[in-house]
C-alpha cells in the first residue's frame, strides 16, 4: 500500500510527460512548461528560470504593426539646432534690417563713390558676405558696428555733399555764372568735386582712415558739424566758401 502510494505521483508525471510528447508530435506543439507538469503532482511547484504565465498562450504579446516605432524608441527628428551666432542674428535682425535699408536708399542716391562700390546691389551683398562669415557672438557684434558705422558717415558725406551742391546752385545768376567761369572743372563735375573736397579736408586733418574709437568718433563729429554748419549758415557757411574757393582753383 505505501509503495502504491510512493509510485502514484511519479505514475501520474510519467502520463503526463507522455501526453506532453505526444501533443508536441501531433500538432507542432513547444514542450509544456514544467509548471504544467505540476498540475498532475500532489507535490511543490517546481522552481525554473520562467514564471508559470512566460510560456502560456495566453502571455503572447500582439504583433507589433511595420510602421510602427519601436517600443522606448523615439521617432526621428530632423530639426538641427542653430548656431548659437545665429540665434544672436535672429535676436538683432531688426539691426539688419535697418543697415541693409539704409544702404538701399544710400545706393538709390546714385552718389558716385557713396558707396564705393558702382554696381547697385553689390555693397549690400558684400555686407551681407561678412556678417555671414562672422565665426563668434563677439566678431558679428563687431562687424554690424562697424558696418552701421560706415553707413552713418556715407550718409553724412552725401548729406554733405548735397547740401553744397544746393548752396552753388541756388546762388544768383550772376554769382553762379561767375563761379563756372572761373571753374577749371566742368558744370557736370560739381558733384564730383564736392565729395572730392569733402575727402581731401578729411585727409587735411587725418581722418581719412580712422582706426581708434576715438579716431572715429573725431571723424563723425567733424561731419556732423560741417553738415551743421551748412544747414544753419547757408551761402555765409564756412565751408561752403572754403567748397567755392576749392571748385575756382584758388587754393589749389
Not at 527628428?77 to 538701399?104: C, K, S, W
Not at 538709390?108 to 551681407?128: C, D, F, K, S, T
Request: contains cysteine.
Amino acid at each position: 500500500m505505501s509503495l502504491l502510494l510512493i509510485c502514484r505521483p511519479l505514475f501520474r508525471l510519467l502520463i503526463a510527460y507522455f501526453y506532453s510528447v505526444l501533443c508536441q508530435f501531433i500538432l507542432g506543439y513547444t514542450p509544456l512548461d514544467i509548471s504544467f507538469c505540476n498540475y498532475f503532482s500532489d507535490s511543490l511547484d517546481v522552481h525554473s528560470g520562467s514564471s508559470v504565465h512566460s510560456n502560456s498562450i495566453n502571455s503572447v504579446n500582439a504583433p507589433i504593426p511595420e510602421d510602427a516605432p519601436l517600443p522606448n524608441e523615439q521617432p526621428p527628428h530632423n530639426a538641427i539646432p542653430l548656431d548659437v551666432v545665429d540665434q544672436f542674428r535672429m535676436l538683432n535682425f531688426d539691426m539688419e534690417l535697418e543697415l541693409f535699408a539704409r544702404i538701399r536708399l544710400l545706393e538709390n542716391r546714385l552718389i558716385e563713390g557713396l558707396p564705393p562700390q558702382m554696381n547697385l546691389g553689390e555693397y549690400e551683398a558684400l555686407v551681407r558676405e561678412f556678417l555671414d562669415n562672422t565665426l563668434t557672438i563677439n566678431h558679428y557684434y563687431n562687424t554690424i558696428l562697424t558696418e552701421l558705422y560706415d553707413i552713418t558717415i556715407m550718409e553724412l558725406k552725401a548729406n554733405s555733399l548735397d547740401q553744397l551742391f544746393n548752396l552753388l546752385m541756388s546762388e544768383t545768376p550772376a554769382r553762379l555764372t561767375q563761379i563756372l567761369s572761373e571753374s577749371p572743372f566742368p558744370e557736370r563735375a560739381i558733384r564730383t568735386e564736392a565729395l572730392e573736397f569733402i575727402t581731401d579736408q578729411l585727409t587735411i586733418f587725418n581722418l581719412s582712415d580712422p582706426g581708434t574709437r576715438f579716431e572715429k568718433a573725431v571723424l563723425e563729429h567733424t561731419l556732423r558739424y560741417w553738415l551743421q554748419d551748412l544747414q544753419q549758415n547757408g551761402h555765409r557757411s564756412a565751408f561752403y566758401l572754403h567748397f567755392v574757393e576749392h571748385f575756382t582753383g584758388k587754393n589749389l
